[in-house]
Nanobody, 123 residues
């Protein structure tokens, strides 16, 4: 059983940056692919990025390619999402999730979810 806790959200102006963290406990973290998802008000939750257990494979939604970078530090049981050039459309609650599958954007492949962290980008 893996527990995930997100942090690092907040309010930022358009064009700014934030780094989200996803801290894991309770399992063998290095075995898991970790993904980031987000849900904006009134919209369905959508895939943002994913990283394999080793960090060697990453996968991004088209909407964030070139602006967001996912990385992990298995020694710290933490996955990061560096978000640059933020836009108002990036405003959402951001969730991290874990799976033993290969990196995927399919939400129902993820077994463990965090509680989310709010990111608000002002124009």
């Amino acid at each position: 059983q893996v527990q995930l806790v997100e942090s690092g959200g907040g309010l930022v102006q358009a064009g700014g940056s934030l780094r989200l963290s996803c801290a894991a406990s309770g399992g063998t973290f290095r075995r898991y692919t970790v993904g980031w998802f987000r849900q904006a008000p009134g919209k369905e939750r959508e895939f943002v990025a994913a990283i394999s257990w080793s960090g060697g494979t990453t996968y991004y939604a088209d909407s964030v390619k070139g602006r967001f970078t996912i990385s992990r530090d298995n020694a710290k049981n933490t996955v990061y999402l560096q978000m640059n050039s933020l836009k108002p459309d990036d405003t959402a609650v951001y969730y991290c999730a874990a799976t033993t599958a290969l990196p995927t954007g399919v939400q129902n492949r993820y077994n463990y979810w965090g509680q989310g962290t709010q990111v608000t980008v002002s124009s």
